[in-house]
């Protein structure tokens, strides 16, 4: 319960966002009366927000939401919340924020109903001051439905309930408005850069004010660097527009090696008293869109290495900690990728704030539908009546981050056929863009443009850089067409000659591969759940594909060995190779340890970006090649023999990476390895903890696939396991996993501020692992 006791006496700046994501009540299935504030909810389940109930299972296979939904359930579901607010705030503006609750949501406090939302992604907020009682003894209850029981909805995983955070926001009648704090940086020099500040600032008392904005900047050290003040009066239960230009000398530049950031403190003044204030993070950086080359950050031509990502997370689904984020982000950014596109809708606000600070670009997407759906049940039922109010809202809400270079207004819009339709509809959508945030250029993932005639009837061309579906080289050839287009790839597979024609056309600005990390539904048929042609499977590890392109993107030098079998290797029984199962490929396995140990040719296929890779057996070298210009692989046909392979790379003479496959013996032992070293508690703080199943010496045991049990003791507990099985059935919350290719994984959180997290994992006639995680202070 959140007690007014507990934010009363606060500062203005510090009570004026209040969490409200604890201890909400939460039932399955819809129930009657459950709006009501009298309604006896004592029995229902508790739990925290962020919460996706359908990552809890089980998979089904007549799941209404189907391969699309990874057979998982949908459904509706209530949360109720039982508050009190001081009676202090009787004489204030209080409203309920919500950055995403999927979907179909309705709102109501004490029984008064708020609103009504369909689209699962956007964020949200309701006034709720003329329906609360004030006072420490008062209760309030919020209660939200959540509706997914209409399907199929989406082409992928989307999660259910309310899967983001959500706050209270106590202010002044006198206030800056939702989302009211515009930052531009028109000119930006290595001496100065300008900085223009735009509040809009609401006054909801009965009563004309004089109002005082002060604009104050501070540098990434925390030093101010720039102040301005603007005034005006403000009318009863108007808003209006203040602005503040200053001047920021030798200004840092936010880039993708350093991105700092600045700070704009907007403060509120009646009387001479402050009424208001918010806190914006910015970045002094300038990025453009050229049509002979591409892409520029401060003036340096940047090659857009992009991927797509959906936004939920493997086991986690779609609630999901900034950590893990920043762990995804952290494993991609070591293959060489840049950029993110957000497909195919707005994401979670700290998502954008992370990139802001790891440095990663964003190409920000909207919409995956327009008037013509893709699924039965799709959002195209209301795009007429909410797109432009859920695109306006976000843009308000993500327009001040720097990691943002450009807006996408739709993926694969199957109204472009219909030519008029689709141009009426785009011409809204950039406008809306333009006029929100100028600042940005919009795209969107043209689909078949060749097919619908969109470079020739005008259509692609009312977009500020014209972005295309997998057909790159048809998008060169319309640039060949009309030079001065602007171009990008914003969505492509993972085709080595596609990235040739990105890598040697200067005026291709860059790719979004499809996909970054392997995500829930969208898959072929039961028994899959997982769409896997990541860079990453669902537990962070790199396919090969992913080391392919580590190869091509990235500047750190870099070699990893795999062996390539044929189709005929393929055993549905096999243990380990479920996934080849259902795609008959060949495929690229990290290990020197094959089914057949009779004399055999292995294909050993090497990545790397060094000038030379010599590859060794046993201690026998097998030659030496160098680097192709066509950034093909190196391939050397092996004869098998157990024992150790390696690869070594080198520039100018001199070793800078090596890798090292070694032929595995008996399961032994479990190895455990944890990707941080300290957890804090809450929501955002978890760890992954990789268990791998190894010989007396060591090696990776590939086809082992015996149960690991995780345990935790100390201060956490284990909140998920996954492994890469795309065919696995086992529910994400549980204590055990199967082991896939010998390994699987257990995410842990902190429950406490003090003490050492330990977490052992073990299996049935095997020496258990453990590792240990420091637990901080919140």
């Known amino acids: 319960m959140l007690c007014g006791a507990c934010i009363a006496g606060q500062s203005e700046t510090a009570s004026r966002e209040i969490s409200m994501d604890a201890q909400w009540r939460f039932n399955r299935g819809d129930v009657s009366d459950a709006r009501c504030r009298e309604f006896d909810d004592r029995d229902w389940q508790t739990v925290d927000v962020p919460h996706d109930w359908a990552i809890f299972g089980p998979f089904a296979k007549d799941a209404p939401a189907s391969r699309e939904g990874a057979f998982l359930p949908s459904g509706v579901a209530w949360y109720r919340k039982h508050f009190s607010v001081s009676s202090q705030f009787i ?57 997914t029981a209409k399907q199929v909805a989406s082409r992928w995983y989307t999660g259910s309930g309310i899967y983001r955070r959500v706050r209270m926001v106590v202010v002044d009648p006198v206030h800056v408005a939702y989302e009211g704090v515009y930052v531009t940086t028109p000119e930006i020099a290595s001496t100065h ?63 993708l090696e350093s991105p700092e950031l600045y700070t704009v403190i907007a403060k509120v003044m009646v009387d001479g008293v402050s009424r208001d204030q918010v806190s914006t993070p910015f970045g002094i950086r300038r990025a453009e869109f050229r049509s002979d080359t591409g892409f520029s950050l401060n003036g340096e031509n940047v090659k857009i290495k992009g991927v797509c990502l959906h936004h939920c997370a493997g086991a986690l689904g779609a609630a999901v900690p900034v950590s893990a984020w920043e762990h995804r982000l952290s494993r991609l950014r070591e293959l060489g990728v840049n950029a993110v596109r957000t497909a195919h809708n707005p994401v979670a606000p700290e998502f954008l704030d992370l990139c802001d600070r790891m440095g990663i670009l964003v190409m920000d997407e909207f919409f995956d539908c327009w008037t013509i759906g893709k699924r039965r049940e799709d959002y195209h039922h209301h795009f007429r009546e909410w797109a432009h109010r859920d695109m ?21 819009i199957h109204d472009t ?18 006029d929100i945030d100028p600042t940005r250029p919009v795209t969107q993932g043209l689909f078949r443009p060749n097919v619908s005639h969109d470079y020739d ?15 790159d080289l048809e998008l060169l050839q319309a640039w060949r067409d009309q030079p001065g287009r602007k171009i990008v790839g914003t969505e492509q597979g993972h085709d080595r000659k596609i990235w040739l024609a990105c890598r040697d056309n200067a005026q291709h600005a860059g790719q979004f591969l499809w996909v970054g990390i392997d995500y829930l539904g969208e898959s072929w048929q039961w028994p899959v759940t997982t769409y896997n042609s990541g860079l990453l499977d669902r537990t962070l590890r790199p396919y090969a594909r992913g080391r392919e392109r580590q190869s091509w993107w990235s500047e750190t030098p870099m070699i990893r060995v795999f062996r390539r079998i044929a189709p005929t290797e393929q055993t549905p029984t096999d243990p380990g190779y479920e996934d080849i199962q259902w795609k008959r490929q060949q495929v690229l396995f990290d290990d ?34 160098t ?39 008996a399961a032994a032992r479990i190895e455990v390895r944890v990707n941080r070293s300290t957890l804090a508690p809450g929501f955002d703080e978890v760890a992954y903890v990789e268990a791998t199943v190894t010989d007396s010496s060591g090696v990776r ?14 201060p956490g507990k284990l909140i998920a396991v996954d492994s890469a099985s795309i065919v696995s059935h086992e529910p994400f919350h549980a204590s055990r996993r199967r082991a896939f290719r010998g390994r699987c994984i257990g995410i842990v959180r902190a429950t406490d501020s003090k003490g050492v997290l330990s977490v052992t994992a073990s299996a049935e006639g095997l020496m258990p692992g453990a590792a240990r995680v420091d637990v901080l202070p919140e």
């Not at 009837?457 to 972005?467: H, P, Y």
């Not at 024992?643 to 032929?663: F, H, K, P, S, Y």
């Open 91 to 147: 004489a204030k503006k209080v409203f309920i924020e919500f950055d995403g609750v999927m979907a179909n949501s309705d709102v109501w406090v004490n029984g008064h109903h708020l609103g009504h939302r369909p689209n699962g992604y956007v964020s949200f907020r309701y006034e709720l001051t003329d329906y609360l009682k004030f006072g420490a003894n008062e209760e309030n209850v919020i209660a939200v439905r959540s509706d």
């Open 193 to 255: 850069a300008t900085v223009n500040v735009e509040v809009r600032i609401e006054n909801g008392s009965d009563e004309k004010q004089d109002v005082k904005l002060s604009a104050t900047i501070v540098d990434p050290d925390g030093t101010v660097v720039a102040e301005g003040n603007a005034a005006s009066e403000v009318k009863p239960g108007a808003s209006r527009l203040f602005a503040v230009h200053s001047v920021v000398a030798n200004p840092v530049l936010w880039n």
């Open 392 to 412: 306006a809202d976000t843009l308000r809400r993500d327009r001040n981050h720097p990691c943002v270079i450009l807006y996408s207004v739709g993926n694969e």
């Open 417 to 434: 056929p219909r030519e008029e339709l689709a141009k009426s509809i785009l011409k809204d959508l950039v406008a809306i863009c333009h």
């Open 457 to 471: 009837n005008g259509l692609a061309d009312m977009l500020d850089v014209i972005g295309t579906n997998y057909r």
């Open 592 to 625: 020197w340890s094959p089914r057949a140990t009779d004399a055999h040719e292995e294909n050993v296929e090497v990545y790397s970006n060094c000038d030379e890779v010599e590859l060794i057996l046993n201690d026998r070298s097998l030659g030496v090649q």
């Open 627 to 665: 680097l192709p210009s066509d950034a093909n692989a190196r391939n050397w046909s092996v004869p098998f023999e157990a024992g150790r392979l390696i690869a070594i790379g080198r520039n100018d003479d001199v070793e800078v990476a090596r890798d090292e496959l070694t032929t595995a013996g």
């Open 701 to 714: 045991v590939p086809r082992s696939e015996c149960e690991i049990a995780f345990k935790v003791d100390g």
